[in-house]
């Protein structure tokens, strides 16, 4: 098998729509192979069918240690290693700090921070025994700059960037890389319906799912294997120059 991807056998998880079945379709278009894990059973399920022979499905909660531990046997059962960890997987939700709960606060940290420590605490041996590997942790800008009402999320998207960078001086002596990617608005179910028209980007458009999973090839590919604990914006150049907006 060809492709920038060939070789590599990826675990991606909420892979079942948007960003994450992008990636996933991604992996196998440049010759790799994929389990794609997600808590959506049907819709996981389904783009595996599609994918084919490179593809499996596992139900992964990534809140789960259990779940990661059956996503990385069935990479090592299915297709003999795992060389490649793309922490998608997220959720989120809005408030602000006067009705903001605890609760939301918990339950997003569980699953956009928790549960790519668990991703990386469960893959990190075998992603060790085949290497050169990499993981790519899906942050957002919300990763690098403050958001009214979104506590959580970009609570949880900031310490992604100090837990990559963490793994990255851990594991850099084993081959094992990790970078972020911080994507902006971009085109999936969970945009869907929300206002953008505020959008400030100096490219005037939301990003689609392809234009992240490009960067997710490269980081994951064999083509960046210099690059390790840095963050990588796919964002229309929202955060470094939407105070220099001019519309001629
Ligand atoms: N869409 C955007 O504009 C945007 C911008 C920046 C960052 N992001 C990030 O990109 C990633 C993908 O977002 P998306 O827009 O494709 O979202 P999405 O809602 O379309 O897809 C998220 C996927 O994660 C899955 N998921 C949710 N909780 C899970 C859990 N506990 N275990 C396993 N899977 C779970 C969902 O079932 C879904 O398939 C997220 O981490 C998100 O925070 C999105």
Redesign the pocket.
Known sequence: MTGRLAGKVAIV?????????SHARAVVREGGQVVI????DN?GSLLADELGDSARFVH????SEDDWDTAVSTAISEFGKLNVLVN?????NFGFLDNYSLDQWNAILA??LT?QFLGIKAARNALVDSAPSSIVN?????GITGSAGQHG?AAS?FAVRGLTKTVAAELGSKNVRANSV??????????EGMDLSSLAAPIRR??E?IEVSNLVVYLASDESTYSTGSEYLVDGGLVNCAGAVVDE
């Open positions: 998880s909420g892979a079942a729509q948007g960003m994450g079945a894990g997600d808590i959506l819709q992964l909660d990534v809140t998608n997987a997220g959720i989120v699953v956009n549960g899906i942050s957002s800008t919300a999320y998207k911080h994507p902006g608005t971009i085109k999936t179910p969970m945009t939301i990003g799912d």
